[in-house]
């Protein structure tokens, strides 16, 4: 991390960045759905499921460019701003993510595989395999036990 850089809990006043970061990077992330899905999700995300959940986001010159969010032992968001991404913020987030719980698990996209390399590179492992409900698409499980 630079000077520059911060990881800190999220208030209500980071939520329009936070959700067009996660917007953003979803939809390049995942260009095997269609963009109107993840434009679908924008109301459910800012009313259930980041209130539901414990956000940290990452700033850079005061700036939020990245989150990761926790619901119990499950990290259900990390997401990097596309400009930012390659620049080592998901591995800092990740980081962060695990000094927070003892084991953490987390699901991916088979298709998205930038993602599940870096979650392989990160320490997580493939425990199972499922198809998200709400696309159809498959998805690993994965998790680590490592702090």
């Not at 434009?39 to 460019?65: I, K």
């Not at 400009?83 to 913020?89: D, E, P, T, V």
């Not at 591995?91 to 930038?114: D, M």
Request: negative net charge; glycine residues 6%; proline residues 2%.
């Amino acid at each position: 991390m630079s000077a520059s850089d911060m990881i800190r809990i999220w208030t209500p006043q980071d939520t329009d960045a936070v959700l067009t970061i996660w917007l953003s990077a979803s939809i390049q992330a995942h260009d095997f759905i269609e963009a109107t899905f993840w434009s679908s999700q924008v109301d459910a995300m800012r009313t259930l499921y980041l209130p539901a959940s414990e956000v940290y986001v990452f700033e850079r010159d005061a700036v939020v460019v990245g989150f990761h969010a926790l619901h119990g032992d499950n990290l259900a968001a990390l997401f990097v701003a596309p400009a930012f991404q390659g620049q080592g913020i998901g591995s800092q987030l990740i980081a962060h993510a695990k000094s927070q719980r003892t084991e953490l698990s987390l699901s991916v996209y088979q298709e998205n595989q930038a993602s599940y390399r870096f979650y392989l590179a990160q320490g997580f492992g493939v425990v199972s395999e499922q198809t998200d409900q709400h696309t159809g698409h498959r998805e690993y499980r994965m998790r680590t036990g490592s702090r």
